[in-house]
């Protein structure tokens, strides 16, 4: 009996330590590293060792022939010695750009200069402007010594000369390939898959394909991965969009102008630069020309009818289809990533151009989190990620991207794999790593709109509010009208792509804007108060006209009286319709992501005078409010040059004063996913 109890204890002994150690490790899991750590430490070095092969070999606007017969244009960087180019198959990276490879080439050149790109890297790195109000300005230098710049070029000799193969191609009706330029439609979403299938099937390939490249260029990455381009294997999309109609095209029924408008005009007169090499050699493609003359200005005719139509009769064919959800393009804009099975590491911003559909958009591909990273930062489509490559901070992404394709077109065990699932700038706090997005520790709670003045507001506003956990017990009506205060705005920041962030008063600071909106500002939090995923407004509003526009901030309110917006949504009135199907809810029924449907047969005007609930989406956001700082909603009716609603909007709101009602039988309030105690 005793050697029974002996032989018990001394298992329990045994087994003990191996208890304690697991539940330690479940208590306190290894903590997360933006930087990589080790490995990180590694990538870097491995990006900036002796090139394998000493030079690049360049062969210049090959023809890649489509299934339908059009000649695209694509050139050939490869790895090479005093011989040539290296004869060994490699793989290959592939970059499609409507922008004209040979303005990639420009800039690769331009990169290429012996000391040129690393003492302007250095440079940006020391230029600090916010105490003269241009923080904003130093913020979009950073972009340089980020590694954007080669990601962007869609060429990276050091890549190249490490054991890669890149190709950067035309699209479609740009540059100097043949067609009409499909913007982001079927057809060329077929190309992109197509153009990855050539590139492994040549034989300088071994047959595994990688796409880079940003914005556009990062966009049809996700649609060749959709498309299922056999010869595939990794991609690294930097500021891709998914849902283009929702993240910029019609965002809740309104025109991003002043990034869509200059952005058609830019590729539409980029694309009549002619070869002209081709034309002193006697070999100019005639069709190229052709195609250029039957289709001039792409989109132009979509574009003003969704302007100056002021009635639904007036809407040309070609402003319908874009807004028809049965139509072809419409259904292409929206997108998908249900079929993506390649690896993919995706890097957005919160308020890039297309951050509404990045994380949604992450979180749908069907992939494990070691195939899958998320790398977020605080800035725009013009600098999504600055002040990295330091210990605490992501590396560059010129770095992470060749760990990412040794990886997976390689097979080197370099440890990317492991890199954090979502490495996240944590907007009022810095670089955060998670396994989870939203953070799991976040609950939605409805927070109500009140009249009853803050108190806050060191600048005039439409109405100062409040911002409460409980239903306000008496009927008011606030008023707001539309404004150009949000040309100062961080929105204005957004659709420029960084261009009005330079000044500090307008990218980090809503007071201007504000001036023309209501205010509800909740009290100090007593804690460290975590907002993670996306966010809902539901309003009780009422028109004195058949439609209206409604905008929402959600800012970060400093001691000091400094509002910082974090996120934002927008709905014109008559698309107030929700698609069920693509929204998401919170477990009390709330709306955390309603979906708008933004089809001109899904309008509903306003009925003048009658009470009218929206729900309005508000883009996904991780932050963090710090001991004494107060959230603030904003309500504009009006977001210009972020957004232009239709002309028959325009028509039918004639521009008036929009009213919130808050009631307490139907009250206004903001769904907030909130992580900490803020002792509201």
Not at 93 to 115: E, F, R
Not at 413 to 440: K, M, S, V
């Amino acid at each position: 009996m005793l050697s029974k109890r002996r032989r018990r204890l001394r298992g329990l002994a045994v087994l003990l330590p191996a208890v304690v150690t697991a539940a330690l490790l479940t208590v306190a899991p290894a903590p997360a590293q933006p930087d990589g750590g080790a490995a990180g430490a590694q990538w870097l070095a491995d990006y900036e060792s002796a090139p394998k092969y000493p030079a690049v070999h360049i062969d210049w606007d090959v023809p890649i022939t489509m299934s339908d017969g059009t000649v695209l244009k694509g050139n050939i960087y490869r790895p090479a010695d005093a011989n040539g180019p290296i004869a060994e198959p490699l793989p290959t990276i592939v970059n499609i750009t409507p922008y004209t490879k040979l303005m990639q080439n420009l800039v690769d050149s331009a990169i290429a200069m012996p000391v040129l790109y690393d003492a302007l890297s250095r440079l940006a790195t020391m230029i600090d402007l916010s105490a003269f109000g241009f923080g904003g300005l130093s913020d979009l230098l950073q972009t340089v010594p980020a590694g954007t710049g080669r990601i962007f070029a869609g060429v990276d000799r050091k890549l190249i000369q490490s054991g890669y193969t890149m190709v950067v191609v035309d699209a479609r009706g740009t540059g100097f390939s043949q067609g009409t330029w499909d913007v982001f439609g079927t057809r060329e979403q077929q190309d992109a898959a197509e153009i990855a299938d050539w590139a492994g099937a040549q034989p300088f390939s071994t047959g595994k394909v990688g796409m880079t490249g940003v914005s556009y260029c990062a966009i049809n990455q996700l649609h060749a991965a959709q498309q299922g381009a056999k010869s595939l294997a990794a991609i690294f999309p930097v500021d891709p969009g998914n849902d283009i109609l929702h993240d910029i095209a019609d965002t809740g029924g309104a025109f991003g102008v002043a990034f869509l408008a200059p952005w058609l005009l830019a590729v539409n007169a980029a694309k009549f630069v002619p070869d002209l090499q081709s034309i002193f050699a006697g070999r100019f493609d005639w069709q190229w020309f052709t195609d250029r003359v039957d289709s001039p200005l792409v989109m132009a005719d979509v574009l003003a009818g969704y302007v100056f139509s002021l009635t639904r009769d007036q809407v040309p064919q070609s402003t319908q289809e874009l807004l028809d959800a049965s139509s072809a393009r419409h259904q292409a804009w929206q997108g998908g990533v249900d079929n993506i099975k390649v690896p993919t590491f995706l890097v957005g911003s919160w308020y890039d151009l297309f951050s509404y559909s990045e994380v949604k958009a992450f979180n749908s591909i069907p992939l494990p989190s070691s195939q899958k990273k998320l790398l977020m930062g605080n800035g725009y489509h013009g600098s999504p990620i600055s002040r990295n490559g330091v210990p605490g901070t992501p590396p560059r992404l010129d770095v992470l991207q060749r760990a990412w394709f040794d990886k997976w077109l390689k097979g080197i065990d370099n440890g990317i794999d492991d890199y954090d699932p979502y490495t996240l700038f944590q907007q009022g706090g810095g670089w955060t790593a998670t396994d989870q997005f939203p953070r799991p520790e976040a609950d939605y709670r409805r927070m109500y709109l009140s009249a009853n003045p803050s108190g806050t507001t060191a600048f005039p506003v439409a109405h100062d509010g409040s911002i409460t956990s409980e239903v306000p017990g008496a009927i008011q009506t606030l008023t707001v009208a539309p404004g150009l205060a949000t040309l100062c705005s961080r929105d204005s920041a957004q659709i420029t792509a960084g261009i009005t962030s330079v000044l500090d008063l307008c990218g980090k600071d809503s007071r201007v804007a504000e001036t023309s909106a209501l205010t509800f500002t909740t009290p100090p939090v007593t804690e460290p108060t975590e907002i993670s995923g996306p966010i809902a407004a539901h309003l009780n509003t009422v028109h004195d006209t058949q439609d209206g526009f409604w905008v929402i901030s959600i800012n970060d309110v400093a001691p000091d009286g400094r509002s910082t917006a974090i996120s934002s949504g927008q709905l014109v009135s008559s698309f107030r319709a929700i698609d069920d199907s693509r929204s998401t809810r919170s477990s009390n029924g709330d709306y955390t992501d309603p979906y708008p449907l933004i089809s001109l047969s899904d309008r509903l005007p306003t009925v003048p005078g009658q009470p009218t609930t929206l729900d309005i989406s508000i883009r996904s956001t991780d932050a963090v409010l710090q001991p004494g700082h107060r959230l603030r909603v904003d309500i504009y009716a009006a977001n210009f040059p972020r957004s232009l609603p239709m002309g028959l909007t325009f028509a039918d709101s004639q521009l008036a004063p929009q009213h919130l009602q808050l009631d307490p039988a139907n009250p206004s309030w903001i769904n907030l996913p909130l992580a900490g105690n803020p002792a509201w």
